[in-house]
């Protein structure tokens, strides 16, 4: 069909936004992206460990030929939601026949313990953006102590583990899981990273307590601690003596702190694990311990921001139970469960659909997939009027923010002062860390 008229909003320029867009202006329609961030990339740019430089590069050269696309317009710096510069009325006003919201999940996740507003208690995500610099995260000051317990044993637990180990150089790590280790979500090549400061006694004695609750629901110990250990023989030489130790079948419960409000201990309690629908679950066995630590990061997850202006439910945007348009079987229509209507025109991809799943590639496979949906309805409305007048309204509105806004123009620029940066100063990489640092080097 041709869509070279209709006119299509994103909102948010992570890999899913990106790659919504490029599928769109491919299909002829016109794409305006507004982004939250001054540069695209999203957790792709903030997210990915700071020192995997060559896969950060590739993925930038790939989303700078995506803006390069002639139907596609970015806006950095532009805040869309109920408390932006612009709300999705404001984009709809200005002519928009959709909008495409891939703005991630913003909100984090807690467990709702006694103890996590005490000093010393932090969520990865602000941890994770703080040491990828991205603004204002980058100029928060964290107060890392030197013994860390992290909640969670997923991807994101370890890239925490990467930092508090090779970076902070604390004096212990310690993982703690409310599962098993047969259950662990952290890659094997992610555990290279922080495999040799693994303390091997330590792990060893750790299953041997565990094993008994293991075997009860016919999990394999040595498997399980075989896996843990295939990281070791391709494991990066350790630059520090921080010791690394798992505590598994724990179950957090709260956090202790002293008189001035820090932490200084996480209370578990001993879990074990139960066998219930094809899988397990876990029983708390009534017994409880502290764990002697001065910092506690939550590495559980992400939801969606509340405040973004769309119906949420269960920590997530709410998508049509029945969608007009699926793709692969799935929904990526946004739905009001309060006049059971479908909002119109209006569609979520990426984290926004369904947060913390998947990495890059699956991000941008829903991207292309939230697109394809938006594709199928522009083909039921009517042939839409000429998009010129509307890019000027656009254009006109971001004239009038009070802050300064940046297109794909300037993103290119700022791309090549930060390289020439990094070459003058003989880095791997160069990134300015506040949004002032890269207003004033675009002048």
């Known amino acids: ?265 996480l209370e578990v309690e001993d879990t074990k694990l139960v066998a219930r629908n094809g899988g397990t679950k876990t029983h708390p066995l009534g017994t409880r311990r502290v764990l002697d630590v001065d910092t506690v990061v939550f590495c559980i997850g992400d939801k969606v921001d509340e405040s973004f202006g769309l119906p949420v439910q269960w920590n997530a945007f709410v998508k049509h139970p029945t969608p007009r348009y699926p793709i692969n079987e799935l929904s990526y229509e946004v739905f009001d469960p309060e006049t059971q209507k479908p909002l119109e025109g209006v569609f979520v991809a990426g984290w926004s659909r369904e947060a913390s799943s998947g990495l890059v590639g699956y991000a941008r496979k829903d991207g292309e997939n939230g697109a394809e949906a938006v594709l199928q309805y522009l083909q039921t409305l009517p042939a839409p009027e000429d998009t010129a007048n509307h890019l000027g309204a656009v254009a006109e509105r971001m004239a009038k923010l009070p802050h300064p806004v940046v297109d794909k123009a300037g993103v290119e620029r700022l791309s090549q002062i930060e390289r020439a940066q990094a070459e003058a100063h003989g880095l791997e990489d160069f990134k300015f860390a506040t949004n002032r640092e890269m207003l004033e080097a675009l002048g």
Do not use: C
């Open 1 to 265: 069909m041709e869509n070279g008229n209709y006119l299509v909003a994103v909102v948010g320029a992570g890999p899913a936004g990106l790659y919504a867009a490029k599928k769109l202006a491919q299909a002829g329609v016109e794409v305006v992206i507004f982004n939250r961030d001054i540069k695209p990339g999203g957790l792709a740019e903030y997210g990915i460990y700071h020192t995997k430089y060559r896969m950060k590069a590739g993925l930038r050269k790939q989303f700078q030929k995506i803006l390069a696309e002639q139907k596609i317009t970015y806006y950095g710096n532009v805040r869309v939601g109920n408390a932006g510069d612009l709300n999705l009325d404001d984009l709809r006003q200005i002519g928009f026949q959709a909008i495409v919201v891939t703005v991630g999940a913003q909100g984090t996740k807690w467990l709702g313990l006694p103890g996590e507003d005490l000093k010393g208690v932090f969520h990865a995500k602000d941890l994770v953006y703080h040491y990828n610099k991205l603004p204002p995260f980058s100029e928060r000051q964290f107060a890392i102590g030197r013994r860390v317990a992290l909640i969670g044993v997923g991807n994101v637990m370890i890239d925490i583990a990467h930092w508090m180990i090779r970076d902070k150089k604390v004096d212990e790590v310690i993982a703690v899981a409310r599962r098993g280790p047969a259950e662990v979500k952290f890659t094997k090549k992610e555990m290279e990273s922080v495999a040799l400061n693994l303390d091997l006694d330590a792990l060893e004695a750790e299953f041997e307590r565990v094993a008994v609750h293991m075997r009860a629901v016919d999990q394999d110990p040595t498997a399980a601690k075989d896996f843990i250990l295939s990281a070791l023989p391709k494991a990066k030489e350790p630059n520090s003596e921080s010791r690394f130790t798992f505590q598994f079948l724990s179950s957090p419960t709260r956090m202790l702190g002293d008189d001035r409000g820090e932490v200084r201990g």
